[in-house]
Each structure stands twice: as C-alpha cells, then as structure tokens.
C-alpha cells in the first residue's frame, strides 16, 4: 500500500509539473488573487488550530495535567522550538524532491493525525489524571498519560514543519515578479498573508480560548481539529489553477558544489574589471539569472574557468531535437532572444559541476551567506514575542480580568490587544503608510524590506520597557495588599495596564514579522524560496530554545548564594520586571548589531528571464 502511494505521488507531481509552470501558465492577475484567497484562507483555519493549541497549552498542562509552572513554560518553548525548526526540513524536501503542492498535502494528512489525536487525549478521562481543583497536592499525570499528549503535539509539529514554508511560499509564487501588473500585489500579498494569520488568532484568542476555558478542552481541540479538515478541502479546491515551480534538486548540493569548486581553484586569480563577461555562465528553463556582486569574491573562483575547465566548457554540439540554447558566455540573454539565427549549443553535460559552476550558481549561494546575519541579528525579536504566551500571560493570569460586572476575560484571550493592533496596522499600512513613505524615498515598497524590520526591532524595545513598569506596578499591588504568598488571590490591579505591551508587539510585528516574511521569501535564490521561507520560521523555534536557556541562564545567576530566583513558581515572588529589563537591554544591543548588518548587506538583483519557450517558439 505504503509503495503503491508513493508511485501514485510521483505520477501525479510529473502531471502536475507538466501541464503548470510558474513560467508557462496563461492565469492573469486576477486568477492569481482569486487562487490567493484559497491560500490564505488554507492559512487561516491553519493557524486557528495551531494558536487554539499554543496559547492555551501551558494553561492546559498547569491545570489538566499538573505540571509545575516552570516546567510548563520549558515544554511549551521546546514543543514550540520543534514545531518553528522543522520548517527548515520541510522547506528543503519541497525545492528538492516534491514540490509545495506535495509537501502541503503530505504534511496536511500528518498534521490532521496529530489533531485527532491529542483531542482523544484531553478527551478520555483514562488518558488525563483526575481534577484537582485546589491545586495542592494533586495527584500527577501516569507517564502513558503524559507521553500519548507529548506525541500527538509533536506529530503537529511536523505537519507544522511542512506546511509552514510551503503554503505562503506557494501564495508568492501565484504572482510573476517580471510582470508590471502582478508585481504590485506580491508586495502586498504578504502584508494580508499576516492579516489572515491574525484572524486564525483572533477566532482562536475568542471562541476556542472561551469554550476550553468554560465549556473544556475536548470541544476547545475538537473544533480547530475540524476546521482544519476543511482546510485541507480548501486548499484541494484551489489544485487546478496553482501555478507550480519545479523541484531542482538538493539545494545542499549546488551549495556544496560551489564551495568544493572554489577551494579547488583556489590558485586561480579572479578575472576584474569586466568579471561578469569572463565568468561561466549558463541560462536555463525557467529560471532567472543574477547578475555578477562584487561581495565574496573568494566564490567567484568556483565560476572562473581554468585552462582545463575552458576547454571542456568551449565545446559545441547542434541539439538532437533542432531546440536553441543561449551561449553559457553570451553577454547579453534579451540581444540572444532577439537573435533568431540558428547558433550552436554549449554541450553543458561535459562540465564537471564540482570544478566549475554558473555565474548564477554561485551568487545563489552569496544570497544565502548573505541573508544568514541577518537571521542571526533578527533573533531577539522573536525571544521578545515568546513571552506573549508564557511570561505575558502568567502576568494576566494574576491580575483582575474583570470587564464589566458579568464576564471575565479568559486568559489566553489577552493577545487580542495586541490581535486588534495588528488588524487595524496592516491595511493602514499597506494603504497609507506605504504611499505616504514612497513619496520620500522612491521605493515601491516605501521602507525597504530591512528598514521595515529595523522599525519593528526598535518598537520591541519599548514593548520590553512598557512590559516592565507594568510589573513594577502589579508587584507593589502585591506588597501592598499582602499577597506574596497567596498566588491564587486576584492582585486588585486590572489586566487592561497589559493593554500597551501587547498593542506595542502587535505594531512591532506588523513591521518586523511580515518584513522578515517577504525578506527571506524575496531574498532567497528562486530554486531555494521554500527554503527561505523556512529560514524565517526557523528564526522563531532557535528563539524559542534561545529563550528557555536564557530563562534557565535567568534563574541559576538570580539564585546564587541563597538568593531567591527571578522566575520561580510564585508569580507574586517573582522579579520578571529584571528580566524584562533585561531584554530590553538585549534588544537595543541587537538594535544596534541589525544596523551594521543592513549597512552591509546587498539586495538581490535578477536580470530579464530569459525562457526556452521563447527561443522555440521563435525559431
């Protein structure tokens, strides 16, 4: 059976990739929206069901199955860090081997087990340890308990891992980036990508927060579990009209292949002045060529011919099937398109790919060496937004969630403060502030994608400071109403003071979030952008490790020499606001470090596509 599958899926990839291309396809600009809001729609009943897990989980695992509060926090960041690192595989398996549309369906059928599978768990009484409701002395959760619940979430995080990069990158991929009508709307595409994101957050910071505090948490999993099975049905409906790129093979590989071609000819001096022309170079179907940077000039050694490699790169052969290729050396593809003279073709199968490489080849791998300080300077913003669900709401949990004399906010629901921020700021955005900052810097998008993040890098700053005067102010509630020692006693301070940092992260991610998003998307070499598009995710769960070890780093230096701890079980014995002036610290530091390297960096530039097709269809 397991056999019979797998031939079934390479049959229909090779359907698929034969009859839409993303180079070939006749849909316009408004077939590529219509097929976007099938997308984004997939996206968010998707992330219905992943925050209707995630925000409630350390909720679930204090109160259901006893688990300390420490501990708790660990296994949501670690469940979490797993879940935003697997993207990095399931993005490499799509530019590889299967594609988007195949890693999505693959990962949709694993992800829908994981579901079921953890609402069976938090459903039968025989797999959750009896009620405590005082807290004191419950009785702990047997280890098969514990071990069913810990397996069905990290079966979701690998269906996690495989929808995540592929499902917006696939979005992107609707619009052609050399066409003047659908360009526009890939720049937006990715700002209401983050809108439908945030309605996946609002229903679940809503309705399923509600129903898994006052109704339980079998009809609060029971629910997104369905909604995501009409998802998948969704995204099935849009399968005739999807544009697809091609798998291209291991990106790991033409990676490896530079590096091992530019050590070997380590001795061979890089052509100046001209470079560009004397570097070997190929132009191949369906995909754009980058012109030459002068960065990293030690990889341009992997595309400077040798005596021996000129020789074997200089032969000619007319192909068997009377089609045209492009001279690997021509200067100019549009003055090659424009030439319809029979020309003879570079026999490319008799260059050694591990002694010389393309021009293109190797600045694909300067894009990624140079999107990797950027990863790395854009990481204490996501330790930042890790505190929404843990330390925030821990916060929340203690104060009076009162709104009116009737109803009490659940606590999960907190993040809609900064849920309604992010609705509000993106078509503010995209229609007023991007207009308005193009007039003063001519750029199509306004800001620039890395200025777009160094803004919402800034903001996480003051979302730190307003994080802790905020608990400065709840502690001296505390101390002066006597409650140290009485954690379960509601502080008389109201969970609207938590208002500004949650509203000031929604904001920030407006900018650095969906900045970010479009940067790795956009940046990454055209064969790798579910790749890309992983590198970002992957941000997320190296922030979520990053964040336990800090907290962990926190609380052993707090605690030296019989001192008590920042962090500890008592929320009202705690000294977060340290440690959130801690991150603030952290986070201008980082500040500083992300403007060296934008300084630095250099933006991806492609020349015209040139295609097969046309050259055929030509001759």
């Given amino acids: 059976m397991y056999r019979k599958l797998i031939r079934l899926m390479k049959w229909e990839r090779r359907k ?32 219905t069901a992943y925050y209707g897990i995630a925000l409630n989980l350390v909720t679930y695992l204090v109160t259901v199955l006893h688990q300390g509060t420490g501990e708790s926090i660990s296994i949501v960041y670690n469940w979490a ?10 993005g490499f398996v799509a530019d590889a081997y ?10 949709a059928v694993i992800y829908l087990m994981g579901l079921l599978l953890l609402t069976l768990s938090v459903t039968l ?28 979430l990290y079966v979701i995080a690998v269906g996690v891992g495989g929808i995540k990069p592929c499902l917006s990158a696939l979005g992107g991929d609707q619009f052609n980036e050399d066409d003047d009508d659908e360009r526009p709307m890939k720049r937006s595409f990715f700002n209401y990508w983050w809108l439908s994101i945030a309605g996946g957050g609002l229903v679940s910071l809503t309705m399923l927060v509600y129903v898994e505090d006052h109704v339980g948490f079998g009809w609060g999993y029971g629910i997104p579990t369905v909604g995501f099975g009409i998802a998948i049905l969704i995204f099935f409906s849009g399968t005739p009209r999807y544009r697809h790129k091609r798998p291209s093979g291991s990106p790991l590989t033409q990676v490896a292949q530079v590096l091992v071609a530019a050590v070997r000819n380590y001795n061979v001096v890089v052509p100046s002045g001209g470079a560009s022309e004397q570097l070997y170079e ?3 179907k369906g995909k754009r060529n980058l012109p030459h940077t002068n960065t990293l000039r030690f990889l341009d050694k992997a595309a400077t011919p040798t005596q021996s490699t000129s020789e074997v790169a200089a032969e000619v052969d007319d192909d068997a099937d009377g089609k045209k290729q492009l001279p690997e050396n021509h200067a100019d593809p549009e003055a090659a398109v424009a030439d319809f003279s029979p020309q003879p073709a570079i026999k490319t199968t008799s260059v050694n790919p591990w002694r010389l490489c393309s021009m293109t080849q190797v600045e694909e791998v300067k894009l990624l060496v140079r999107v990797l300080p950027v990863w790395f300077a854009t990481l204490m913003f996501l330790v930042v937004v890790a505190q929404l669900s843990t330390l925030f709401l821990r916060q929340g949990i203690s104060m009076d969630l009162s709104m009116g004399p009737h109803f009490k906010i659940p606590p999960a629901s907190l993040e809609l403060f900064g849920t309604f921020t992010v609705l509000a700021a993106i078509p503010l955005y995209d229609k007023c502030l991007v207009p308005l900052v193009r007039g003063f ?27 802790a005067l905020v608990e400065t102010k709840r502690l001296k509630a505390v101390d002066d109403n006597g409650l140290q020692d009485l954690p379960g006693v509601t502080v008389p301070i109201t969970v609207f003071w938590l208002a500004p940092q949650y509203s000031l992260l929604g904001l920030a991610q407006v900018f650095a979030y969906i900045g970010q998003l479009e940067f790795f998307y956009d940046q990454a070499p055209d064969n790798m952008q579910s790749l890309g598009t992983a590198l970002f995710q992957t941000n997320t769960g190296v922030a979520q490790f990053l964040t336990t070890a800090l907290v962990r780093a926190v609380v052993s230096a707090s605690s030296r020499n019989g001192h008590q701890g920042w962090i500890v079980d008592n929320i009202n014995r705690c000294r977060i606001d340290r440690f959130y002036w801690l991150l603030a610290a952290m986070s201008a530091a980082n500040l500083l470090l992300f403007i060296v390297v934008a300084k630095w960096y250099t933006y991806k530039n492609t020349n015209k596509q040139v295609f097969a097709e046309s050259l055929a269809a030509a001759a």
Avoid: K
């Fill in 98 to 107: 299967w594609g988007r549309y195949w890693t999505i369906t693959v990962s």
């Fill in 282 to 284: 190929v132009y191949e």
């Fill in 81 to 90: 860090g797993t879940a935003w690192i697997l993207p990095l595989l399931g």
């Fill in 125 to 152: 009484h025989s797999l959750r340890p009896p009620p405590c409701p005082a807290r004191v002395n419950c009785e702990p959760a047997s280890t098969t308990q514990v071990s069913i619940f810990y397996f069905a």
């Fill in 16 to 47: 698929f990739f034969r009859r839409s291309t993303y180079i070939s396809s006749a849909e316009n600009a408004e077939t590529s929206s219509t097929v976007d809001v099938v997308v984004a729609a997939t996206e968010m009943l998707e992330r």
């Fill in 441 to 467: 810097t001519g750029n199509e998008r306004g800001f620039t994608m890395l200025q777009r993040i160094g803004v919402g890098l800034f903001l996480s700053i003051f979302v730190m400071i307003a994080a």
